[in-house]
């Protein structure tokens, strides 16, 4: 993580791609390493897939583990866990307590750490331009239809913008990555919180639906004029445009690595189920990206498969972390490890 900026694109891009590719050819990430080994299935969120992609064959060749994942959105891979279709699932919303008692036993570990960019598609303007939560939430609301609006304007003074009609695209299946965006609007914007709330849907008042994260950037690139929210890892490797966001010290940050890991600084007491909050952290932490976001694995906590699945995660939250950086996944700080170690304890035969 401690690569220059540029080189850290440079790799990401050419990572991220590499990664996609393999979900595009089928759905599902299946290892190219030794499969003598168990063989683990897995399903849920789109956010963590391209750093799962990664893994696969690290893990493959590591153990002989024949890892299998169905990028099928958070919502998706929370229900094929509790209908333990797959040994383990993967969301970046946290369980409720209605889904924990749905699981039947499942214990949530934090695994990754990134956040949830903003990508526009506005020809001829400058990348990061600048964006606030209160304006976010107006244009999400269908209040600010134009990207010469003033407010957008105020917040990017000497830069010309156009009078383009903004098209807002949002994901329609259960997701994670929504969760996590209205999480934020929720904290920023009294009005969205009352009207429309947090959760991995919600019922969006304007906006084109698209499907999982690949659905959103499809929307992105097509439609001149559109903005919408996908993790960072997938604005990278299409080439996205995304805003930089003002935190609540007043500074206007990017999705990057810096910003996530001082976001994941502000919280070092998770609640009792393992769950971490980073979104709009305190003014304290200056560098801090306001959209960042844990991801979380959810897995029985008795299982035939509980040793390779323990192998599998403990290595994910240590060694695998060390793919992360080039996807812009931060390496999970301390105090999270020490949760997901205890966690990953929890899962037996």
């Not at 526009?120 to 990348?127: A, D, S």
């Not at 890991?261 to 769950?275: K, Q, Y």
Request: charged content about 10%.
């Amino acid at each position: 993580m401690h690569n220059p900026a540029g080189l850290v694109r440079i790799l990401g891009v050419v990572a991220v791609a590499a990664a996609l590719a393999v979900l595009a050819s089928g759905g599902a990430v299946a290892s190219s390493g030794r499969t003598t080994g168990a063989t683990l299935s897995g399903a849920g969120s789109t956010f963590v897939a391209p750093l799962v992609a990664q893994w696969t064959p690290a893990v493959a060749a590591a153990f002989g583990t024949d890892v299998r994942y169905n990028p099928i959105g958070s919502g998706a891979g929370i229900s094929a866990i509790t209908g333990r279709s797959v040994d383990f699932g993967a969301s970046d919303a946290p369980l409720s307590p209605a889904q924990f008692a749905a699981c039947n036993g499942c214990v949530q570990i934090p695994w990754a750490l990134s956040a949830t960019s903003v990508p526009y598609n506005l020809p001829g303007v400058k990348n990061l331009l600048h964006m606030d939560g209160p304006t976010l939430a107006k244009i999400y609301q269908g209040q600010i239809t134009r990207w010469n609006d003033p407010a957008i304007q105020k917040l990017n003074p000497g830069v010309a913008l156009p009078g383009t009609a903004i098209t807002v695209a949002h994901r329609s299946d259960d997701s994670g990555t929504t969760y996590n965006f209205t999480d934020y609007l929720s904290s920023v914007s009294p009005e969205w919180n009352q009207k429309y709330g947090t959760g991995v849907n919600v019922t969006w008042p304007v906006g084109v639906p698209g499907r999982g994260s690949g659905g959103m950037v499809s929307i992105i690139t097509s439609t001149e004029g559109a903005v919408g929210y996908v993790d960072a890892a997938y604005s990278l490797a299409n080439h996205l445009k995304y805003f930089a966001m003002r935190n609540r010290s007043g500074a206007f940050t990017a999705p990057g690595l810096k910003g996530i890991l001082a976001a994941a600084s502000s919280d070092f007491h998770p609640t009792t189920d393992n769950v971490f909050s980073i979104v709009n952290p305190p003014a304290a932490f200056k560098l801090a990206y306001p959209i960042s976001t844990y991801t979380y694995v959810i897995v029985p906590v008795k299982t035939p498969k509980a040793s390779d699945l323990r192998q599998f995660i403990f290595w994910a939250v240590t060694k695998g972390q060390t793919y992360g950086p080039p996807l812009l996944f931060a390496p999970i700080p301390r105090s999270a490890l020490v949760v997901a170690e205890k966690a990953i304890a929890q899962i037996k035969s």
